[in-house]
């Protein structure tokens, strides 16, 4: 960080700002994939989390399991392949998935990664680099990890990249040539102009009480309800 005055940089005075909000006895308001929550923290331990409205009857776990996430599903350390680690040069890519873990501080992990994206470029040159991890993320844009390892690539030498995205990349060019628009992403059928106009809903390919658990962003929890709603629906087949 940059100093600002004598003792005090910049980190350390966002690190007192971000202290300032901290709820170490109480409730928080927040918000995440799977829709809008109430957590409660004690000692400064997530201990609960709920949901803050309740849009239907259907239950969605999702929103009970903020502590288990916290505390037993995240990686806490940074971990290497053990075969990796013994021998960079020989991995041994065959015991992937199968190999002991070991843990290294973050700074010798990141000397092992910067190490292996300068070997890797100056063997098999930029185009040797794919830089993905495409898909979800912290609903906040600062944590967009793509936009984050695309920057760092960039400014580190180079890299390939990719065009569309997993969930509707043949859609994204067969649709235009059937329908005349790319569809997927354009204005849906309202689900109020489906309940008062719809004879008959079908459903293909899809599982709506599992995927509307979660959302790209945080839910608005609104599509339960209309599930419910087309169920009660008697003229709806």
Known sequence: ATPLLSGVTASNLFADEVKKGVVKNGETLTAAHWGMLKVTTKNGIAVKSEPIQKTSEIYNPLQH?????????RIKHTMVRKSYLENPDSPKPELRGIDEWVEVPYEE?????????????????LQSVFAGSYGWKSSGNVHNSRILLHRFMNLSGGFVGSLGDYSTGASQIIMPHVVGSIEVYEQQTSWPVVLENSKVVVIWGANPLATLRIAWTATDEQGFKYFEELKNKKDIK
């Open 65 to 73: 399991y903020t502590p288990d996430m916290i505390y037993k599903s």
């Open 109 to 125: 992990a990141i000397k092992l990664v910067a190490k292996e994206l300068k070997k890797t470029r100056a063997q098999k040159g």
